[in-house]
């Protein structure tokens, strides 16, 4: 790509110092401000509404602390900083009455929501902000209020690279075309932002070209990304199907040479109770919402379909959701074979407005773990059962505290997106009632979040948004979305997101557009989907790099990197009976790996104990661990599942490799009284092969045939210890159906150890 100048008048000096992209960053960072954090305490802000400042704590710093108690409520500090730069943020808080979220402003500028979630004082990572040489105004506005604020600290900003450790696709079987422009975005990361816009929904105000018109009528180009809905063509129940996405993207991808990205909002029938499966429904008697109670307890009150059915095989739930996703891959396919490939961004938005219950989408009304399997069940569906390989999988992701808790995985994940909505704000005086104020921020404090959050595995992008902000504010503040897409103007003028100048004045939209730190659609390459690439996957102590040609010969080459493993923590909260239970967890890394670690728990360093454990993975890099917490006192609530090591042996060069790998899920379960039959995992009282078919069921299927799993046919606990023949204590894995098996031929007797050291 050729090198970039901005065009835009008055940013020359600007486009200079930031010529070459994260070496100039990381020398105007580095000389902000020595590496000093400076404390600023709430007690001592500018202070209004009806919150107020409290002193009857004695852990909070000073003995005071400032009560955020309305929704507009406002606490103002004055920090000042010799040198203009990037500052991390950080708020000492409680949230004694609950989760809260509030909204940070630096210097009169929305930066995003702020979740607070703990009940006791406790660190909240606000993310890097800009700040100016001299005085600057850091202001805590209530959303939700009632909300505890101790102090402020402030230091100089260490950004990491703007580069995605797994620039690749998730599914190993994508098409050239998908992997060529996922090659393409990850060229772009950190160094340009690719300039998008949303078309309208059929039977809108206008019609489908009229934002994209806009667009070129005021600055000259049209955009680069196109944005989709699939949320008349791809639907069951009988309206809108005539709407024609499918072909749109075509025509934009094929012929125009355009990158495509869709989203699906899936509508359910609002009295699902007495729907059936296949029949048509009125968009009027649809939704896609979530509309909770008033305490937020008893679930989605928009519809009666229930959310958590979805994933469970056999419910009415079950049947809908998978006949949705049928008629989805008709379209999908039809993509497919056009060699077209998309950005799929479904079950977008599900944590809503934060935590377990915060959903405005049907998808995410059961919390978290349910949502994370649908997500799971939509990905394999398509893309196992429907042969579907031009995706590119993004997820909606918030910068809230707990937000990683609906993440899918680095398996099912290509782009993480955030969805900028910050120029409506709720004013005093009009309480609940949203205004509109422009804000052009960058928000860097978000895209710094939600980047390091995820370990920068995957890039990061403006899925949505209102205002794109402007190119001085994404340079300077070094916010490397990988790209914006504007949503559509509404019905209205409060919802005009392009058009209306509370969101994008026409001035800043002709400067990004002109811009060439901005790729628009006649920048794209004319070889975008048809070049040869290469595709390089990282995983534990390998490198493997995949040159794709339109031959269907394919070149890999492996050779091995530094990895170097570092401890990994994963918190759990104990079940408060514990006794006769085994912590049962899953790990996933390298092949034949060695991993070990603890449970750790304790109240502070000096109580804290170690329950130790350790394994193999077996050939597909998988390791069950069970640990006995029946010790673990019933004061102790939470503890920590720790990995202190990862490693694989190299024959070559009599030496082990660090490997990298991480917790996938973790359970409790109750142990049976009964005696151990070692190999009996069916119960039956005698071992053979269907015992051996069960085990292999089991760790192929856990949902399905695990413990927990929904088949009549699924393992039992007892039978879990049972099947644990081989190195008992080590968990179940495949080495345990093939002890069976060769227990079966007399080869051997069960238990078996491989290792003397494990009897």
Known sequence: MKSKFLKKAGAALLSATMLTNTAAFSTFISDAADSTETRYEFEDAEITGTGSIKTDDAEASGGAYYFLEGNSDTATLKVTVET????????????????????????????????????????????????????????IKGNWGWTNFDYLTVKPATLPDIKATQPYTCDTKATIETQNLMSYLSEVYGNNIISGQQEIYMYGPHDFEYEFEYLKDTTGHYPAI???DYLNEANILGYGTEDGTTDRIIDWVKNRNGIATASWHLTVPVDFTNYNVGDS?????????????????????????????????????NEYYLAALEEL????????????????????????????TGSWFWWGAAGSEVYKEIWKLTYKTLTEDYGIHNIIWEWNSYNYENSANWYPGDDYVDIIGYDKYNCTVYLEENNWQPSLVHNDSAISSTFYGIMQKYGSAKMVSMAENDSFSTVDNLMSEKAGWLYFCTWYDGDQESNHFLTNPLFNTKEDTIAMYQSDYCITLDELPADLYTKNGEVTRTTAATTTTTTTTADPSVTTTTTTTGFTFEQKSYKIDLPEDRTETDLVFEIEGAPTASIGGGVGYGTNAKDWTNLEWSGNADADGKLTIKVDISEIPSTITTAEIQIWWSNVWDSTKEAADDADCDLVKSSFVKRSSGTVLYGDANCDDKVDLSDAVMLLQAIANEDKYGVNGTSEDHITAQGLINGDCADPGSGVTALDALSIQKYIAEICTLPVYTDSSTK
């Open 84 to 139: 203009t730069g990037m500052y991390e943020l950080s708020i000492r808080y409680a949230a004694a009455y609950g989760e809260k979220i509030q909204n940070l402003y630096v210097n009169g500028v929305d930066q995003g929501q702020i979740s607070f979630t703990s009940k006791t004082w406790a660190d909240a990572n606000c993310g890097s902000v800009k700040l100016n040489a001299g005085e600057n105004e850091i202001m």
């Open 226 to 228: 196109r944005g989709f």
């Open 281 to 317: 429904v009125t968009y009027e008697n649809a939704t896609y919402s979530c509309k909770w109670d008033t305490d937020k307890t008893k679930g989605n009150t928009a519809t009666n379909f229930n959310t958590a059915n979805v994933v469970k095989e056999g419910t009415k739930e």
């Open 329 to 356: 891959s008709t379209y999908l396919l039809k993509l497919q074979d056009a060699n077209v490939p998309l950005i799929f961004r479904p079950l977008h938005e599900a944590e809503g407005s934060g935590g377990e």
